[in-house]
């Protein structure tokens, strides 16, 4: 017996291509057609954790969304990473206004054909990790940490 419950659409690349259409063209409709009323989403860029839970909660969250994506110009390209019946995980990169030093990744969960609960993890200025910039973000977030990787770096160097 099939458990139509856990459903994902069949097809998660055309899945990517559609909310990244909706993603980058900014169709508030379409974006709230992709959830159920009793939906989660929770977000958490550059270490700001937002929770938005049932569809009022959602609405508000995505037109929030959809006046910074237009007025930045936000354009991503998405990926799948792995999927199954019930889940599809999705790479994202790309930018407001042209950047392209923002990444991230989402993890929709389906329920009746309809997210159930969509995590997404941000990152708006990417860079590599011998930048000047991540490196002071690093110590001033997390000073310790940030002293103890040079410590260790120094010594793999030596």
Same mark, same amino acid.
């Given at each position: 017996?099939?458990? =139509?419950?856990?459903?994902?659409? !069949? %097809?998660? +690349? !055309? ?13 508030? @409709?379409? *974006?709230?057609?992709?959830? $159920?009323? %009793?939906?989660?989403?929770?977000? &958490? ?22 006046? &910074? *994506? ?12 792995? /999927? @199954? #019946?019930?889940? &599809?995980?999705?790479? *994202?990169?790309?930018?407001? +206004?042209? +950047? ?6 989402? &993890?929709?969960?389906?329920? %009746? ?6 995590? =997404?993890?941000?990152?708006? %200025?990417?860079?590599? #990790?011998?930048? =000047?910039? /991540? $490196? ?5 977030? #997390?000073? $310790?940490?940030?002293?103890? !990787? ?7 160097? #030596?």
């Amino acid at each position: 017996m099939n458990d =139509t419950r856990a459903t994902a659409p !069949a %097809d998660p +690349d !055309a899945f990517a291509a559609l909310v990244e259409r909706i993603t980058n063209e900014v169709l508030v @409709d379409a *974006w709230l057609a992709l959830y $159920r009323e %009793d939906a989660v989403v929770e977000s &958490i860029i550059d270490g700001a954790r937002e929770l938005h839970e049932g569809a009022a909660e959602i609405r508000r969250m995505v037109i929030a969304n959809a006046r &910074i *994506w237009r007025e930045r110009g936000l354009r991503v390209r998405k990926r799948v990473e792995c /999927a @199954d #019946a019930s889940t &599809i995980v999705l790479s *994202w990169r790309g930018g407001f +206004d042209g +950047d392209e030093r923002q990444f991230g990744t989402e &993890i929709w969960g389906f329920q %009746d054909g309809r997210v159930a609960r969509q995590q =997404t993890y941000g990152y708006l %200025d990417v860079r590599p #990790a011998t930048s =000047t910039l /991540a $490196r002071l973000r690093i110590l001033l977030f #997390a000073p $310790r940490t940030a002293v103890v !990787a040079l410590k260790h770096a120094r010594r793999s160097h #030596a």
